[in-house]
């Protein structure tokens, strides 16, 4: 599957904005999905993931309550919607797939297709 994330920009503490990543190349609703970020000079971190079916949410403690992860397999689309976002949200941010059964993942390990990123910059 060939991942691509779109949304990404720059916007003030506190505010919010919703990015997407759109699968084609396979069938989307065979994909586990997840959500990563990296800073400069940090390693690639886990922020969220999400079931084939959209069951099963998972997130990293510093963005739980604050961010959304959901899925829309007619559209081959997962969504990572970030509220009251803060200056230390800002990264690339990745989506990440992986063919399994009805699963979510926190680990890096376990997705195999990656996007190409989508920056994000939150100013204080």
């Known amino acids: 599957v060939q991942l691509v994330e779109s949304g990404g920009g720059l916007l003030q503490a506190g505010g919010s904005l919703r990015l997407s990543c759109i699968g084609s190349g396979d069938t989307f609703s065979a994909y586990a999905m997840g959500w990563f970020r990296q800073a400069p000079g940090k390693e690639r971190e886990f922020v969220a993931g999400?079931?084939?079916?959209?069951?099963?949410?998972r997130y990293a403690d510093s963005v739980k309550d604050r961010f959304i992860i959901s899925r829309d397999n007619a559209k081959n689309t997962v969504y990572l919607e970030m509220n009251i976002v803060k200056p230390e949200d800002t990264a690339v941010y990745y989506c990440?797939?992986?063919?399994?059964?009805?699963?979510?993942?926190?680990?890096?390990?376990?997705?195999?297709?990656w996007g190409q990123g989508t920056q994000v910059t939150v100013s204080s």
């Open positions: 999400i079931s084939r079916t959209g069951s099963n949410p």
């Open positions: 990440a797939g992986e063919r399994t059964n009805n699963y979510s993942y926190t680990s890096l390990s376990h997705y195999a297709y």
